[in-house]
């Protein structure tokens, strides 16, 4: 069989396959698509990209990426559902996996609990969390009620970080694209799925790969926290340090225990939402310390992470600043108890440029939500012992809340991958930290130095969740599988750099349904089944078309009208591929609308 360049591959994946003839293209600046030349942007050179003061090898060892050794230990960080797929791949592909999660069970974000997280940071903290580590591995320390000040309670919530899902919370997202294999949900199930529900279906995923806390298995670790990522000091796979916390029962108190072990390779999958963002307004670093007057044990100010139930929001005024998701849903679950809600919002140009995910939760308000401008300042307050409510909030606009008695922080999350940001500090220095971490699972950059397929281009031992995981994470799971197994080519090190900076496709863009994030499952379906029939492996389906019809229909009704248009969906399917315009080609395979 002739084999496809890596090249023409991501460009066939990427134009509607079939009926487009492809010469091998003769340079990565001229690509050939239908009688038509693309020149794409010149690749940085692999010399350019300097590694800790040096510069990397720039010889190219051949066509493919060459490991220096064979990948037998890997190592998964994170079991939502990312990481637990990512597990049962390597597992199912003979790898010896271990598989570490800070929570004590598997579910990821999908792990409801009445706990808590600790108090976010006031002000605002850096994305990556510093832990204290003992000089000397392994080692252990017990903890006793009080001990430095601090609860038991508070250390192991601190821990394990207790989601960010409250009990009413359905997804946002309808089932069909918000389901992982094996496990179906019951054939009468609804549009969208409770926090619970969703979580059941993750833990069942778990179970049948014998995944789950209590399996009997050495490939989990729950209760464990991989405090750092490190490169071995021989250049060949990766050191974890890692803290486990058990609760022991008598007496009462807590056990840590570090150590550290070494993998041939890393998955890692810690999720889009691990830190809070808090907004930096004046006045609120003061507001954040007052205590609540009718519980002193809790704070009247707090991220919406914390969020669990309505009760205590009764007969209470609530002032909820950000319109996303978090606040729109929170503000819709107090209602029915609240007294009054405010919900402060940044200024928008106007309603037809908001994504449609902000017109829906602007939509979803509930009708007795008075909006307000951004918050201004807190104005100082003369004491700290007699809650918020005597305050005085400043809008941008001049005008002045008063009598809340709660504020919510709906202001989303940091966005950034905190392991990421520590590789690429390890292995480029501080300054490649500049450029803005990824915002939006949407409209953000993607990961720095990060290929599509998900590994990183430095050392491709290293591979992180780039892909929305409950629809097209499978088939990055598999990718990374056969690539660290040897059935998968990745290009060389110049191609994988080419790649990088020629297509924008290196990450989950667009959502399930729009060109661009059909793309991409192209890009792997076809990348994928060529790689198998070269060297072995199964072949995998591409998404079942009438999960895309179902999908269709939801996001009609639930986002958007016309969202999803036939346009979106046809219109190249019906222009022979002779008549599309170097625009239709470009809005399909390169680059797609920037707004999206
Ligand atoms: C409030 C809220 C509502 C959401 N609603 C929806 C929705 O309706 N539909 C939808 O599709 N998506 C929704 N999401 C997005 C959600 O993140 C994804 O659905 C999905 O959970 C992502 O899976 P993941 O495996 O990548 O990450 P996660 O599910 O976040 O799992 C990451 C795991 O990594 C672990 N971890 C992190 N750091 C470490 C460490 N240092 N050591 C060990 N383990 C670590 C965490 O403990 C966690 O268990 C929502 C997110 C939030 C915050
Ligand atoms: N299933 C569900 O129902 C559900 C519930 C909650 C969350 N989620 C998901 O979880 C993710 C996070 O959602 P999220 O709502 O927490 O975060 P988000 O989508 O990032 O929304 C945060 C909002 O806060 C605004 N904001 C930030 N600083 C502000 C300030 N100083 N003043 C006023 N507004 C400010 C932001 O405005 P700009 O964007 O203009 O900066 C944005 O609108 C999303 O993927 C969401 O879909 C799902």
Redesign the pocket.
């Known amino acids: 069989m002739h084999k496809l360049s890596w090249l023409t591959v991501l460009f066939l994946a990427t134009v509607h396959v079939a009926s487009v003839t492809v010469e091998e293209p003769q340079t990565v600046l001229d690509i050939p698509i239908a009688g038509q030349t693309i020149t794409v942007e010149e690749p940085q050179t692999v010399s350019d990209i300097p590694i800790a003061g040096q510069t990397i090898n720039d010889e190219p060892s051949g066509k493919w990426y060459k490991f220096n050794s064979t990948i037998e230990r890997v190592a998964v960080?994170?079991?939502?559902?990312?990481?637990l797929q990512a597990a049962a791949t390597f597992v199912k592909h003979n790898f010896t996996v271990r598989l570490?999660?800070?929570?004590p069970g598997p579910g990821?974000?999908?792990?409801y609990s009445d706990e808590i997280p600790v108090r976010e940071s006031y002000p605002d903290a850096p994305a990556v969390e510093e832990h204290w580590i003992p000089e000397e591995l392994p080692a252990s320390e017990y903890y006793n009620e009080g001990d430095d000040d601090l609860t038991l309670d508070s250390r192991w919530r601190e821990h394990w970080?207790p989601r960010?899902?409250w009990d009413s919370?359905h997804?946002?997202?309808p089932a069909v694209i918000?389901e992982l294999p094996d496990v179906p949900y019951p054939p009468d199930h609804s549009w969208v799925i409770s926090a619970h529900t969703i979580g059941a279906h993750v833990r069942a995923y778990a179970s049948i790969h014998n995944l789950n806390a209590n399996d009997n298995s050495s490939v989990h670790s729950y209760s464990?926290?991989?405090e750092k990522l490190s490169k071995r000091p021989d250049g060949n796979g990766w050191t974890l340090t890692l803290k486990h916390l058990k609760k022991l029962e008598e007496p009462d108190r807590l056990k840590a225990t570090w150590w550290t072990e070494d993998f041939d390779a890393v998955f890692v999958?810690?999720?889009?939402?691990?830190s809070p963002h808090v907004p930096e307004i004046d006045g609120l670093l003061q507001w954040s310390n007052v205590r609540a007057v009718d519980d002193p044990s809790l704070f009247s100010v707090y991220h919406s992470r914390v969020y669990r139930r309505p009760e205590r929001y009764t007969g209470k005024t609530v002032l909820v600043i950000g319109v996303g998701t978090?606040g729109s849903e929170i503000a819709r679950d107090i209602a029915p108890v609240a007294k009054k809600i405010y919900a402060s919002h940044k200024e928008y140009a106007d309603w037809d440029t908001l994504h449609p995910f902000q017109r829906r939760s602007f939509r979803r308000f509930p009708d007795e939500t008075e909006f307000v401008p951004k918050i201004s300042h807190f104005e100082s307050l003369s004491s700290l012992d007699n809650g918020i409510k005597d305050g005085k909030i400043v809008l941008v606009n001049g005008t002045v809340l008063e009598n809340i008695d709660e504020v919510i922080l709906a202001t989303g999350y940091k966005r950034s991958n905190p392991f990421h940001l520590s590789v690429l500090n390890q292995t480029f220095g501080a300054e490649s930290l500049e450029a803005p971490p990824p915002s939006d699972v949407f409209t953000g950059p993607a990961l720095k130095y990060v290929h599509w397929t998900g590994h990183f281009i430095p050392d491709p031992t290293l591979a992180f969740?780039t892909i929305r995981?409950?629809t097209a994470g499978q088939y990055q799971y598999y990718g990374q599988a056969k690539v660290w197994e040897g059935t998968a080519h990745l290009p060389n090190e110049a191609g994988l750099w080419a790649q990088y900076n020629s297509t924008r496709y290196t990450f989950f863009r667009g959502l399930f349904g729009t060109a661009p994030s059909e793309a991409i499952v192209r890009q792997y379906v076809t990348w994928l089944n060529n790689e198998s029939l070269e060297n072995g492996g199964r072949l995998v389906s591409p998404w079942p078309v009438q999960n895309r019809e179902v999908f269709a229909y939801y996001a009609n009704q639930e986002w958007e009208k016309d969202y999803l248009s036939k346009e979106n969906f046809t219109k190249f399917e019906n222009i022979p591929d002779r008549q599309w315009t170097q625009k239709d080609i470009w809005d399909i395979s390169v680059f797609e609308d920037d707004s999206w």
């Open positions: 960080i994170g079991a939502g559902p990312a990481g570490f999660d800070r929570a990821g974000n999908w792990l970080q960010s899902i919370l997804t946002n997202s918000t464990t926290r991989v999958a810690p999720g889009p939402y691990t978090s969740s995981p409950w």
